[in-house]
């Protein structure tokens, strides 16, 4: 479909226990955009792989490959370009080597493995290298430093390192701060008594017992973030 094409040569068992098959060809992955909507791609990526044994991922091997792909998050306001990526297939692991163009300024590199069997074991390193970060009303910094997501996905991933900032800049807009949404849901660590209690006097300890459901998996983060260099408030006052 959309363009996909394969060719495949080999064998398979009546019972289809075991296969040993050659696999080549292309997929658009513009055939994604529904699964990951209101964020698109745009790019083909290549495939060259190999099954032998058990219809089952431990029995895959190969390479998938991407060039020049595009990645765009709207509601970010960033996309990234020049997207180059590597997929090698191993027993039951892909080792994964992806590189692009930050639209805003700057590159992120991700190399490492993620298990495509259970327990889906992770262990990535993202570099972020002078990306631009930017809210045009809001704010405007370029970051740098490295990321390592670690663990099982979904159920017990961690993400630990460090980002630098360099200048930054905090515009406070001139009609004030009403017009910018509602404030997202803030997770409280180690909360003084004072804070909690003030909290509570407002309802709002009684309105995050009402908003809390079991949800999705929890993402353990260490994160150091770090402006070392001047921080400028421009805006109001």
């Known amino acids: 479909p959309g363009g996909s ?3 495949a040569a080999g064998q398979v068992r009546a019972d289809a226990s075991r296969a040993e098959l050659d ?20 790019g083909t990526a290549q495939f060259d792989l190999r099954l032998d044994g058990p219809p089952e991922v431990s029995s895959l091997s190969g390479q998938v490959q991407t060039r020049g792909t595009r990645l765009a998050f709207p509601e970010l306001r960033n996309a990234l370009t020049g997207l180059d990526m590597v997929i090698r297939l191993s027993g039951g692991t ?5 590189s692009g163009d930050v639209s805003t300024g700057g590159r992120v ?7 495509i069997q259970a327990p889906f074991t992770t262990d990535l390193t993202v570099q972020l290298v002078d990306v631009t970060v930017r809210d045009p009303d809001l704010y405007e910094t370029t970051a740098r430093g490295q990321l390592a997501v670690t663990g099982n ?6 993400v630990a ?10 515009r406070v807009p001139s009609s004030g701060l009403g017009g910018l949404g ?3 849901q803030i997770v409280h660590f180690n909360e003084p008594a004072d804070v909690r209690r003030t909290r509570g006097h407002a309802g709002l300890l009684k309105r995050e017992k009402q908003e809390k459901s079991g949800g999705g998996p929890a993402i353990g983060l260490d994160v150091l973030i770090a402006a070392d260099s001047r921080v400028f408030v421009r805006g109001r006052g």
Do not use: F, Y
């Not at 892909?94 to 992806?98: G, M, V």
């Open 161 to 170: 390192g460090r980002i630098n900032l360099d200048r930054t800049e905090i």
């Open 109 to 115: 590199i991700t190399q490492g493995q993620v298990g």
């Open 23 to 42: 696999m080549k060809g292309s997929l658009p992955l513009a055939l994604l955009n529904r699964r990951i909507s209101p964020n698109a791609v745009q």
């Open 182 to 184: 509602g404030i997202p």
């Open 153 to 158: 996905v979904p159920a017990n991933l961690r």
């Open 5 to 7: 094409t394969l060719a």
């Open 94 to 98: 892909a080792a994964i080597d992806l």
